[in-house]
């Protein structure tokens, strides 16, 4: 249970105090004439005593407390968003002026419809929240810089924390987004369930601050990888770029997951050296490491390992083995991955490329224990792309399962799939037709990007 749950529960307080508290604030001359607002406060306050905060969602709302039809569709009908709005305002009315001495306050934090429930003693001043917010958006962005599965979980968790203290922060909101969306890009965590965390994180960013560029950036990368909607993802990037011209964060995302999948080598390679141009951004040199990768510049991965000064210290000798896998120079390829996953076991990268290498070096016994580790820790519960597992496939030779995986890899929308057309490790499988089939989906909004930006 999250410090919010328990807050929300309010474990420390009794039932009969808190309907107490209800009681006082429905006889207040601030709630007297508002019935909506009446049936809101008691409805959630409520759900939430009986255990079932859980369920107080908009449609929930929409339809209990004010008696919306089966068909009601929060998307197009706003009015609870808009009720939750005005009743968070009202008590703050209540308790800065007539209310200021109540023995426990009640609080509906923004973007949630779970009272919160806290003794007056215990409460914390609006600047005390705010100070520890803001510090924990700081640790935040510090561990996200790191660009490590374990950072990146700890950085979700000290947004998480800057949002619970600080709801109407706008940028704890897109931090948290970002730090999300790399989960996803890097394959940390499941797609399929990430993005939608994105989206939603993003959203409520803009809903604070609609100028907000990071909150458009998390946006493009979710339109981009997850539906592969080529225009709007574009779209999106174009605006982040408005709203932070001096920043090269905008080019590089652009760059790396908008115009690399769908083949615009030449102006992704234009973004990239204007991203140099701009103030630096997180990822920068890994970017571009991936970008001459993609394009087949083998020697230049190689040169840019050698002088890299990035955060993510672990990615370079991995992008370094990719780079000389594609200059022939297998078993170099072979003795980095194995030196690398020696010192650093679990990441996610390394054994799928190794078992790949291993194929097609024709050590097939190692490539099958590697196959079998990766569906090992899958059914232990840790999430493995289809994609990695169909690397090491197609090292193999065994090009039916691969393509097989590959589907699979599209279903759950893993951002890899992507970059299937830019792929070399996946050269020997270019002239299957069902190669064809799923390139063929995944660049479908192609014409739509082209066109779009043929009139822009």
Same mark, same amino acid.
Request: charged share 25%.
């Given at each position: /249970?999250?410090?919010?749950?328990?807050?929300?529960?309010?474990?420390?307080?009794?039932?009969?105090?808190?309907?107490?508290?209800?009681?006082?604030?429905?006889?207040?001359?601030?709630?007297?004439?508002?019935?909506?607002?009446?049936?809101?406060?008691?409805?959630?306050?409520?759900?939430?005593?009986?255990?079932?905060?859980?369920?107080?969602?908009?449609?929930?709302?929409?339809?209990?407390?004010?008696?919306?039809?089966?068909?009601?569709?929060?998307?197009?009908?706003?009015?609870?968003?808009?009720?939750?709005?005005?009743?968070?305002?009202?008590?703050?009315? #209540?308790?800065?002026?007539?209310?200021?001495?109540?023995?426990?306050?009640?609080?509906?934090?923004?973007?949630? #419809?779970?009272?919160?429930?806290?003794?007056?003693?215990?409460?914390?001043?609006?600047?005390?929240?705010?100070?520890?917010?803001?510090?924990?958006?700081? /640790?935040?962005?510090?561990?996200?810089?790191?660009?490590?599965?374990?950072?990146?979980?700890?950085?979700?968790?000290?947004?998480?924390?800057?949002?619970?203290?600080?709801?109407?922060?706008?940028?704890?909101?897109?931090?948290?987004?970002?730090?999300?969306?790399?989960?996803?890009?890097?394959?940390?965590?499941? &797609?399929?369930?990430?993005?939608?965390?994105?989206?939603?994180?993003?959203?409520?960013?803009?809903?604070?601050?609609?100028?907000?560029?990071?909150?458009?950036?998390?946006?493009?990368? *979710?339109?981009?990888?997850?539906?592969?909607?080529?225009?709007?993802?574009?779209?999106?990037?174009?605006?982040?770029?408005?709203?932070?011209?001096?920043?090269?964060?905008?080019?590089?995302?652009?760059?790396?997951?908008?115009?690399?999948?769908?083949?615009?080598?030449?102006?992704?390679?234009?973004?990239?050296?204007?991203?140099?141009?701009? *103030?630096?951004?997180?990822?920068?040199?890994?970017?571009?490491?991936?970008?001459? #990768?993609?394009?087949?510049?083998?020697?230049?991965?190689?040169?840019?390992?050698?002088?890299?000064?990035?955060?993510?210290? *672990?990615?370079?000798?991995?992008?370094?083995?990719?780079?000389?896998?594609?200059?022939?120079?297998?078993?170099?390829?072979?003795?980095?991955?194995?030196?690398?996953?020696?010192?650093? &076991?679990?990441?996610?990268?390394?054994?799928?490329?190794?078992?790949?290498?291993?194929?097609?070096?024709?050590?097939?016994?190692?490539?099958?224990?590697?196959?079998?580790?990766?569906?090992?820790?899958?059914?232990?519960?840790?999430?493995?792309?289809?994609?990695?597992?169909?690397?090491?496939?197609?090292?193999?030779?065994?090009?039916?399962?691969?393509?097989?995986?590959?589907?699979?890899?599209?279903?759950?929308?893993?951002?890899?799939?992507?970059?299937?057309?830019?792929?070399?490790? /996946?050269?020997?499988?270019?002239?299957?037709?069902?190669?064809?089939?799923?390139?063929?989906?995944?660049?479908? /909004?192609?014409?739509?990007?082209?066109?779009?930006?043929?009139?822009?």
């Amino acid at each position: /249970m999250s410090h919010y749950d328990k807050l929300a529960g309010a474990e420390d307080l009794s039932t009969e105090a808190i309907q107490s508290e209800v009681e006082r604030i429905l006889s207040s001359e601030k709630f007297a004439r508002s019935k909506r607002l009446r049936s809101l406060l008691e409805f959630t306050v409520a759900q939430t005593l009986q255990g079932n905060a859980d369920t107080l969602k908009e449609y929930v709302i929409g339809t209990e407390v004010l008696k919306k039809p089966d068909t009601y569709d929060p998307r197009s009908d706003s009015l609870v968003r808009v009720l939750a709005c005005r009743l968070r305002v009202k008590l703050k009315e #209540y308790y800065s002026n007539g209310g200021a001495e109540d023995p426990l306050v009640i609080e509906f934090p923004k973007g949630k #419809y779970v009272p919160r429930f806290q003794r007056r003693d215990q409460l914390q001043t609006e600047v005390e929240r705010k100070l520890r917010s803001r510090n924990s958006y700081s /640790m935040g962005k510090f561990l996200a810089a790191k660009f490590n599965e374990e950072s990146l979980a700890a950085a979700a968790e000290q947004f998480e924390e800057a949002i619970e203290a600080d709801s109407d922060w706008s940028l704890a909101h897109a931090g948290l987004a970002n730090v999300y969306a790399l989960q996803a890009f890097l394959g940390f965590r499941r &797609p399929r369930e990430v993005w939608p965390l994105v989206r939603a994180q993003a959203e409520a960013t803009l809903h604070l601050d609609d100028l907000s560029s990071e909150a458009h950036l998390a946006l493009g990368t *979710a339109y981009a990888l997850l539906d592969w909607r080529w225009s709007d993802a574009d779209l999106h990037f174009q605006k982040a770029m408005e709203r932070d011209s001096y920043s090269g964060a905008g080019h590089l995302w652009r760059a790396l997951v908008c115009l690399i999948p769908i083949g615009k080598i030449a102006e992704a390679q234009r973004e990239l050296r204007r991203a140099h141009e701009l *103030a630096r951004a997180p990822f920068l040199e890994e970017a571009a490491g991936l970008i001459a #990768y993609f394009t087949q510049q083998h020697e230049e991965v190689l040169r840019l390992s050698e002088h890299s000064t990035g955060a993510s210290g *672990a990615w370079w000798p991995w992008m370094r083995s990719c780079a000389l896998l594609g200059l022939g120079r297998v078993q170099e390829a072979i003795g980095l991955l194995e030196r690398q996953r020696h010192h650093e &076991p679990q990441r996610t990268r390394i054994a799928p490329t190794l078992g790949f290498a291993y194929g097609v070096a024709g050590q097939t016994e190692q490539a099958y224990e590697l196959r079998a580790e990766l569906r090992e820790r899958r059914e232990r519960g840790a999430w493995v792309g289809n994609y990695d597992v169909a690397l090491i496939e197609t090292g193999l030779g065994n090009q039916s399962a691969a393509l097989a995986l590959l589907h699979e890899a599209l279903r759950e929308r893993e951002p890899a799939v992507a970059f299937l057309t830019v792929d070399p490790r /996946m050269e020997s499988l270019r002239a299957a037709p069902e190669f064809s089939g799923l390139i063929h989906r995944i660049v479908l /909004m192609e014409g739509e990007f082209e066109s779009r930006n043929a009139n822009a």
